[in-house]
Each structure stands twice: as C-alpha cells, then as structure tokens.
C-alpha cells in the first residue's frame, strides 16, 4: 500500500498553487502521510494475514484431504440417525475415566464429536480435553483425538493461530486486529489520493515504458483499485472477527451472568441424574422451530450453567444459519428455561466470519476470495517494494517520477 507515499515530493505542486482535484496542496500531503504511514506499519503482518488466510478459505477441503479418519458409510441420504444418549454412552464406556463435557453435531457431514475430560477443573487446561468422534447415522466411532500430552497442532490450527493471533492469546488478536483498522484506513486514505495521483491519467494505465519503480507504482495502484470493495469487506469484518474474544467475554459479564443468577452455586446434577440428551433437544427444537440444533454443553461447564444443557442452535438459512441462540435446558428434565438470544453486537460479529472467509457460497466464491487474496498480496509486496526502492533511489528520483503525471 505503501506506493501512494510517491505522491509525496512529486510534480503534484507544479499543477496549481491552490486546489488540485478538489483538494489542496497540503491536504494531499496530510493524506499521503496517513496512508504511508498506516501502510508500513501494517504491510508486514497484513502480508501474513493474507498468506495464512489463504488455506483457511479452503480449510474444509484441505481438512478432508489431510485426515486419515475412514470414510463415512455409504448410506440413503434419508438413513435416519444414531440416538445421541447411545453415542455418549460409547464414549463413556470408552473412556470411564472421563467425563463428557460438550458433543458437536455437524450439518455439513454425518459426524458427531463428544469431547471429553477428567473433570471440570482439569477442563480448563486445553491439554487434558480429547474428543470422541462417529458416524451420526451408524454409530461407529471414526476417530479419537491422540492421549492428553501427545496431540500436536495440524497444519490448519497452525495457519488458524497465526491468522488470528500470532501464538500470543488475546493480546496478539487485538494487536492484529489494530492491524486490520490500519489497513482499512490505508484503503480509504488511498481511495482519497486515487484522484489527485492520476488526473492526467487514464484510469487503469500501467506505463510500460518508465521505469520499474513507476510500472509497478501504476499496478500497484491499479490493482489497489479494482480490490478496494473486497478489501474493506475483508479489512473491516478481520477488526471484528478480532474482538471476539472481548466481545463474548462482555456478553457473559452482562446478559449471561443475569440469567445464570438463579443457578450460580448450585450444585451440578451427576451423570446418573441427567435427562436423556434426545429429550433436551427435542424441546428446543420446539421452543424454536425452523432452528437447527449444532451443539450442547453439559452442565457444570466454566462456560454454561451448573444445572442446564447449554443447546446452541442456527437458523436453517444462508443468512440465519450463521446467526446463534443458545437455549437452557433443565439438566434433570430437558425442559427449556430460557431462551437467550444473542446481543446485536454478536449477531454482526457472526454475520461478518462467512464474508471474511467467503464460506457461504461454495466453491466459486471460495475460489474468488483466494483470487484476490493473491491480487492483495501482491499489493502489499509491491508497496513494499515501492518503499524500499524509493529510499535507494532518494527523493530526487520521486520526483522525476512524479513529474511524469503531468
């Protein structure tokens, strides 16, 4: 992004005094500025947003391609499904150790994954939880996560951490996060100069015949362009999807901890007094027709209720499917107590996850998303480019280049 800095020292004052393009001398200066600025502090970790983000919009199929699991059984596409309660009840009896602390049931393939642990307590260490996963229509166990202490990161979680956070927890996502607002207003900042840079210029024009340094300033803004809408999508929904973590722990401080009041300190009912999961979904579905049950934690969890299944359920859309409301169950009867939407805060923060990865159209636009994800990378190298070569070169070759615009 850094190319716009060129305007900086070049024949721009040469073509009036006063205004040019509607803007002054000194306020394209304040601008070039902004964008230089907010350009080369971003560049470098943009540059390893854009390269990890690229497996991520295509982690599903990179995911199936790296598992070993067995595949699926080869069934109607109407086989009815597993009962849930058989499904825990197998992967206690795999593990009696353990205690089931939260299962998944996926939409997208016949699986459902129960996650385990030795006890809540032990729970809170990442380490000490390992998962159970089977064929939702058979009831075979597919696959188990490696022993507590042998499970390493796969490619995809490595590619996921550095997108999000550097390895560095919640303070590496807000520093990234501040980093995806720099490069929204290196966006805006460079749409503000697109004019005042190129008025004698046809739009588009790539002058083949000046130098590199110049080629590539007119493809860098030349693509900086044509990418500016997917790029402030993008920019903009990467500073939310960053404050999630802030965001999730303002909504249990506020609304949660309101309507877990009545329950806090109660004692959790054992595994013995617990309703039949069936029954606890099967009312929620009720109490919210046209959602789409996807996963339930068990009470006792740091994260739910000492005495209710937490059922998280989506709406049965394009647009709604990403769209939460958790719903508490009674533990000991399945009987719902509360419907808790979400706040609207969290309801943007989902809306945005699908357009920053482009995983709600399928395989075009996944392929689109990584397209210009490529085209951006380019924009950035060659911003970097144009700032290191602009240094060698000294500010009288900026300005021979600038002259060239007029």
Known sequence: MSGWQEIE????????????????????????????WTSLVCTLFLLVICLTGLPLVFRDEIDGW?????????????????????????????????????????????????????????????DNRTWVKFDSRTGDVLAESPPPGQQKSDFLSIMLNLHMDLFAGLPGELFMGFMALLFVVAIVSGVVLYGPFTRKLDFGTVRTRRTRRVRWLDLHNLLGVTTLAWALVVGATG??????????????????????????????????????????LANARAALPGMATTSVVFPGSPFGSPQHYVIWTKGDTTLTSRLLTPVLAAARTGAVDVVAPMPWYLRALEVSRPLHFGDYGGMPLKILWALL??????????????????????????????????
């Open 9 to 36: 020292g070049t024949g721009t004052q040469a073509h009036a005094p006063g205004r040019a393009h509607g803007m002054s001398a000194s306020s394209i200066r304040t601008w070039g500025a902004v964008h230089k």
């Open 66 to 126: 790296l598992s070993d699991d067995p595949p699926y059984a080869t069934l109607p596409a109407n086989a009815p499904l597993a009962n849930i309660d058989g499904l825990v009840a197998k992967a206690r009896a795999l593990h009696p150790d353990r205690i089931v602390t939260s299962l998944f049931m996926d939409d997208d393939e016949p699986k459902v994954v129960v996650f385990m642990t030795p006890s809540w307590p032990a729970f809170l260490d990442p």
């Open 239 to 280: 500073v939310m999807n960053e404050l999630s973590t802030p965001l999730f722990g303002l909504w249990q401080m506020t609304d949660v901890r309101a309507i877990l009041a009545p329950w806090q300190g109660k004692p959790s009912p054992s595994a013995e007094e617990l309703a039949p999961v069936e029954t606890a």
């Open 373 to 406: 994800d490529v085209v951006t990378i380019i924009v950035l190298a060659s911003g970097l480019y144009l700032w290191i070569a602009r240094r060698r070169t000294g500010a009288g070759a900026a300005d021979a280049d600038g002259a060239a615009l007029n």
